[in-house]
């Protein structure tokens, strides 16, 4: 580890502190259906949207009516898409002459980007069209972190509000998240993103002679709009195969500065959006606060873990001075590959700069590990928010029974009802991932998959699970996943990440919507101080992360403690 490395690490931190406030204020403004220096244009377009949908913006709807509303928009994007990818070959926009997707593989590709998890088992460059690039996949990454934003944004307003039977319009939320939030800040740095060097364009490939006088084709594409929503969305599904490591699709260092940025600035944002529609900025900072010390833990355990190097390889005569750099870009070193690889894993994006599996045991063990607690630093766009909600309400509620009183989250009683429906939340990444993991463990056309044996092979199979629950994406690589097997148990797992997750969530805003705002007393146990934040993390890592620790000790874990004695499978 070096002084500039964190350096670098701690800038991209303060710019997306200093942007937290003026975004999260504005995206605030947005919601609460206030004018914005965007109305005077989008007001207009929003209006005829309305229209055009049948839509009455003041016309509220339950919990039950705003998840219904979202379950049907998801699913007929689902549709949509999946007609797309199996169609490609008779749609515009398909210079290089692909043909449709297999119809598992293309289950598995349309259920990934419907519920923003972008896992992909093809690489884009050689198997989607401009066509399926754009009017398929660009469009679900819009969508889809729309979709989650508008569902955090409901439990917040079932926080804010007291004694009512509404949430707010699903409809309406979504496509303010769509129309002043994403499409405007995407637009910014997809330009940015041009100026330094992705492509955007809608020609097929270039055919370049190399230095010894061969030919490479290299494939082009609308790469730049693509990049930009992929991380402003945390959607994190890449134009190129490599992801962000591909040079067309991540240059220089500063578009890797901005990638980052990209992907912390709305989902971080989005909890001062909350503190502030709350009418308690504190309680922003808060849950901001909890996400911040779990994440740069992650980062700094990381770089720490790469910098070291690789015991095995220092034992047989090589330098440790470099640390680890297999898997890694050198344009961007250790520091920012940890950086990227903690800061993706903690939200739900999933775009790479560097190889997962190649990190070494224990920097394999944390990417891991970030998705595993719940995918809450920060999270996703607005799925981050509404599952660290969730914990919060468990935290509270363990702070009521440490103490005996009825627990208490900004003025609304935490009761069984609310209690039950965290529960089944937080069980449901365990179980899916535990469950399919073990099952893939022991069928062999499962196992055939696998690129290394022993624990990192096992590592392999929980992290494609754990990736897909939690909606995140990324790969721990190695793992052959376009098989029939992996791309319909992948497509369950995300599902079940997304919807099954968001169901009770929505039951509990539902719940806490129609209880009465009752004022702070004396006994009231504070949610906006350090105490908190120090129950909320123990919270996440017990609920969120000990259930895992078997299946990490015979993976990531047992692989890192072995490389230390020198040992390998």
């Known amino acids: ?40 244009l989008l007001s207009p377009v929003e209006t005829v949207l309305y229209a055009l949908g049948g839509i009455r913006k003041d016309k509220e709807q339950t919990w039950l009516g705003y998840t219904l509303a979202m379950l049907a928009f998801s699913l007929a994007g689902f549709v949509a898409l999946y007609a797309i990818l199996r169609l490609q070959a008779y749609l515009p926009l398909n210079p290089q002459g692909f043909a449709g997707m297999a119809p598992d593989l293309a289950f598995n590709t349309a259920v990934s980007f419907v519920t923003n998890t972008n896992w992909q088992n093809y690489g884009g460059e050689s198997t989607l069209s401009h066509f399926s690039q754009m009017a398929g996949l660009t469009v679900q990454n819009f969508l889809s972190a729309a979709t989650g934003m508008a ?3 409901a439990f917040t307003r079932a926080l804010a509000r007291s004694k009512v039977a509404t949430l707010g319009n699903f409809w309406v939320d979504m496509t303010r998240a769509t129309l002043y939030v994403l499409l405007p800040i995407a637009f910014v740095v997809a330009l940015a993103f041009v100026a330094m060097g992705l492509p955007q364009t809608l020609d097929a490939s270039v055919t370049a002679t190399t230095l010894e006088g061969g030919q490479q084709v290299i494939a082009l594409g609308p790469v730049a709009s693509q990049e930009a929503i992929k991380q402003l969305g945390t959607n994190g599904g890449g134009f190129y195969n490599v992801n962000a490591a591909h040079p067309f699709e991540n240059p ?82 250790q ?120 624990p990192h092979g096992l590592s392999e199979i929980l992290y494609a699970y754990t990736s897909a629950a939690g909606n995140n994406g990324s790969a721990f690589g190695g793992l052959t996943g376009n098989t029939p097997w992996y791309n319909t148990t992948l497509g369950i797992a995300m599902l079940l990440g997304r919807f099954a997750y968001v169901v009770p969530v929505m039951a509990i805003a539902g719940s806490l919507a129609a209880k009465v705002k009752v004022p702070a007393s004396a006994g009231t146990f504070p949610t906006d101080g350090p105490l908190f934040v120090g129950l909320l993390i123990g919270i996440i890592l017990i609920l969120g992360g000990l259930q895992f620790f078997p299946a990490l000790a015979l993976g990531p874990i047992v692989e890192h403690l072995a490389m230390l004695a020198g040992q390998t499978f």
């Open 335 to 454: 520091a920012m590959t940890a950086l990227y690889a903690a800061v993706t894993t903690g939200l739900s994006d999933g775009g790479v700069n560097g190889m997962h599996g190649s990190f070494t045991g224990l920097g394999g063990l944390v990417p891991m590990f970030l998705i595993q607690l719940g995918e809450v630093l920060p999270g996703g766009v607005g799925s981050g928010l509404y599952g660290m909600l969730v914990f919060a309400l468990l935290s509270v509620f363990v702070a009521g029974l440490m103490v005996g009183r009825t627990p208490e989250f900004l003025g609304k009683k935490i009761e069984g009802r609310e209690m039950k429906y965290a529960v089944l939340a937080v069980l449901i990444l365990p179980l899916v991932i535990l469950g399919l993991t073990a099952i893939s463990a022991m069928l062999p056309a499962a196992v055939a998959s696998i690129g290394t044996a022993g």
């Open 151 to 153: 569902l955090a944004i």
């Open 1 to 40: 580890m070096t002084i500039i490395g964190w350096l670098q690490i701690s800038l991209l931190f303060l710019a997306t502190l200093v942007a937290i406030k003026p975004l999260g204020l504005y995206m605030a403004r947005v919601f609460s259906g206030e004018r914005t220096v965007l109305s005077p």
């Open 252 to 333: 220089t260092a500063f578009s890797n500065y901005l990638n980052i940025f990209a992907m912390l600035s709305i989902s971080a944002a989005l909890v001062y959006t909350f503190g502030q529609m709350v009418g308690s900025r504190r309680q922003g900072w808060a849950l901001i606060a909890a996400m911040a010390v779990l994440l740069i833990a992650g980062v700094g355990v990381t770089y720490f873990a790469e910098a070291q190097g690789n015991p095995i390889l220092t034992s047989i005569g090589l330098d440790p001075a470099a640390g680890n750099m297999e898997g890694k870009e050198v344009r961007f070193g």
